[in-house]
């Protein structure tokens, strides 16, 4: 029956991976644009979601990797590079500063690492805005239409980028390496006396939550046509980010999809209709779920897999054991 409930689960990523591949055909430019900032959000949650999700490091900075990305593409694209490469050099950015950056903030715990990270992203939001020469300050950059992909190519590489991270955190939550990461998160001092290397598990899972946001950033920059500090480092993208996940279950692997879902279909219908106030209503949101929904969504799934356990093992939730 796990097994069943497993293969499942796998039938119905595929099912929603082919209505996603398939709706840039049918649908307008304006659906096919908010199709493409679901997919660019869900792929942020998911990278937040391998590192705070899975080892309870909260992070609200990494918004500064999602704006790396965007310049990397952004001054890189006037040398005529590919704009797949473009992609691949802002991870590869963001991958690179993460491995220094994570040496020195991991070493902090609670709430010292969250204000690391939050000053890691005013930092670099500072230094986009004050270095004019390389960045323009805060006149920002205009991308050449001419160099840029189309809006159907930009759609197609978020979709890739949400996949790709969602198998990725799949794959981890169902590994040895998702099980130690999750011992972290409960109990780092004992996870290091059972043998688990936690700075090398921490120092991974950071390095890699990093990457995504430096390639969702250099489509993002391909897809505006337009950066600048303050959209590339936006404190509200760390929020958006959050809220998410908690919505939907941190730690899990589908909780990201149901938050990046619902929040992105709530923020359209307020910024629609109630532009001043949908960053508030997040807020509100998320305040609503720490307090009567402290698990998410998937929570609820969870207190079922208590009784049929295989749900846990199609749902990719932890199960009464707390196995992967």
């Known amino acids: 029956m796990p097994n069943d409930r497993h293969l499942?689960?796998?039938?119905?990523?595929?099912?929603?991976?082919?209505?996603?591949?398939?709706?840039p055909l049918l649908a307008s430019d304006y659906l096919v644009s908010f199709g493409l900032q679901m997919l660019m959000?869900?792929?942020?949650?998911?990278?937040?979601?391998?590192?705070?999700?899975?080892?309870?490091?909260l992070s609200f900075g990494h918004a500064a990797f999602f704006g790396v990305g965007t310049y990397t593409a952004?001054?890189?694209?006037?040398?005529?590079?590919?704009?797949?490469?473009?992609?691949?050099?802002?991870a590869g950015v963001?991958?690179?500063?993460?491995?220094?950056l994570g040496f020195l903030t991991l070493r902090l715990r609670g709430p010292y690492?969250?204000?690391?990270?939050?000053g890691l992203?005013?930092?670099?939001?500072?230094?986009?805005?004050?270095?004019?020469?390389?960045?323009?300050?805060?006149?920002?950059?205009?991308?050449?239409?001419?160099?840029?992909?189309s809006l159907h190519s930009n759609y197609y590489s978020m979709l890739v980028l949400a996949v790709l991270s969602s198998a990725v955190v799949a794959a981890v939550y169902h590994s040895r390496f998702g099980l130690e990461l999750r011992a972290i998160r409960e109990d780092e001092g004992a996870a290091e006396m059972i043998g688990v290397d936690t700075t090398r598990d921490k120092l991974l899972a950071f390095v890699?939550?990093?990457?995504?946001?430096?390639?969702?950033?250099?489509?993002?920059?391909?897809?505006?046509?337009?950066?600048?500090?303050?959209?590339?480092f936006a404190a509200a993208l760390n929020i958006q980010m959050i809220v998410m996940v908690m919505l939907g279950g941190?730690?899990?692997?589908?909780?990201?999809?149901?938050?990046?879902?619902?929040?992105?279909?709530?923020?359209?219908?307020?910024?629609?209709?109630?532009?001043?106030?949908?960053?508030?209503?997040?807020?509100?949101?998320?305040?609503?779920v720490v307090l009567f929904l402290p698990g998410g969504l998937m929570s609820l799934l969870e207190r079922r897999a208590r009784v049929r356990p295989e749900v846990a093992q199609g749902l990719g939730i932890a199960d009464p054991e707390g196995e992967a």
């Open 8 to 23: 499942a689960s796998i039938l119905f990523a595929a099912l929603l991976i082919g209505a996603a591949a398939v709706a």
């Open 41 to 57: 959000m869900l792929a942020l949650a998911q990278a937040w979601n391998l590192i705070s999700g899975m080892t309870g490091y």
């Open 74 to 90: 952004a001054l890189l694209l006037p040398l005529g590079l590919s704009w797949w490469l473009l992609v691949l050099l802002g």
């Open 94 to 100: 963001a991958l690179l500063l993460a491995v220094p």
């Open 113 to 118: 690492f969250a204000i690391a990270m939050l």
């Open 121 to 149: 992203n005013e930092v670099a939001r500072i230094i986009a805005t004050l270095w004019v020469d390389l960045t323009r300050g805060g006149s920002g950059i205009s991308l050449d239409p001419g160099l840029l992909p």
């Open 208 to 232: 890699g939550s990093a990457a995504i946001p430096g390639a969702v950033g250099a489509v993002f920059a391909l897809y505006t046509s337009y950066i600048n500090p303050e959209s590339s």
């Open 250 to 288: 941190s730690g899990t692997v589908w909780g990201p999809v149901v938050g990046a879902s619902l929040v992105m279909g709530l923020r359209e219908v307020l910024w629609a209709n109630f532009p001043a106030l949908h960053l508030g209503a997040l807020g509100l949101l998320l305040l609503l």
